[in-house]
């Protein structure tokens, strides 16, 4: 079924560390993946994609991880900024599909 | 900054009342999605359109209906507006129908139904 979230998620890291989000997704037969940053008041700003082909792919500052035997995505972020916090939401899609599915989002706070 | 534009930016309709938000797609893209995330939560599908047609739709009630135009812009119309209406309405974009290229997303139309 599709993911939907009422109550997010919230991860806390102090300005530098490293942030990993994580996300479960739920169709085993998804060929395509994006991370999605939602600032307040702002439509899903795209980070990085990866296809079901790859487990691994590096954008600047940013990886994304892919297991699809346990239908798990991850977003890492390195030296974690404040202007990252946001909410960031996972989605998925298959190639024959029209839609993206997205999860349930978390809510990433980056302390001074 | 992605391309896609969307206007109104925000707006208040009464409950029973139509509204139609639009949507133009970033140059070169051919498939418009429209998405409704409620406050919370993560967007949920609507519809798409492809080459003018609807070619998609999600779990959505026939009171909401779209266009694409030939130069790919869109509208989405929502008629007898109800409260649970009240939304952020996103706009994607992306090229080449369902196939795995990147979605790109506006700022979005924010509606809220009194």
């Known amino acids: 079924g599709e993911s939907v979230g009422l109550h997010l998620p919230t991860l806390s890291v102090q300005e530098g560390d490293n942030s990993i989000i994580n996300c479960a997704y739920s169709?085993?037969?998804?060929?395509?993946f994006i991370w999605y940053k939602q600032e307040s008041g702002k439509g899903p700003q795209f980070i990085i994609d990866?296809?079901?082909?790859?487990d691994k792919r590096q954008g600047q500052r940013v990886t994304v991880l892919l297991n699809k035997t346990v239908k798990h995505l991850s977003l890492q972020i390195a030296a974690t900024q404040p202007g990252d916090s946001a909410v960031y939401f996972c989605?998925?899609?298959?190639?024959?599909?029209?839609?993206?599915?997205f999860g349930s989002g978390t809510r990433l706070l980056v302390r001074p | 900054e992605t391309g896609v534009t969307q206007s109104p930016t925000h707006l208040i309709k009464t409950r029973g009342q139509q509204v139609t938000l639009r949507c133009s797609s970033q140059?070169?893209?051919?498939?418009v999605s429209w998405y409704q995330q409620a406050l919370g939560q993560g967007p949920q599908f609507i519809f798409q359109?492809?080459?003018?047609?609807?070619?998609g739709r999600g779990n959505f009630p026939p009171r909401f209906s779209g266009l694409q135009f030939p130069n790919y812009s869109s509208e989405l119309n929502v008629n007898a507006l109800e409260l649970d209406d009240s939304a952020l309405y996103l706009c994607?974009?992306?090229?080449?129908?369902?196939?795995?290229?990147?979605?790109?997303f506006g700022e979005g139309s924010w509606l809220t139904v009194v």
């Open positions: 994607a974009s992306s090229s080449g129908g369902n196939s795995g290229n990147t979605i790109y």
């Open positions: 169709n085993s037969a998804s060929d395509y």
């Open positions: 990866i296809r079901s082909n790859m």
């Open positions: 989605a998925e899609k298959e190639d024959s599909s029209y839609k993206l599915i």
């Open positions: 140059s070169g893209h051919n498939t």
């Open positions: 359109y492809y080459r003018e047609e609807e070619n």
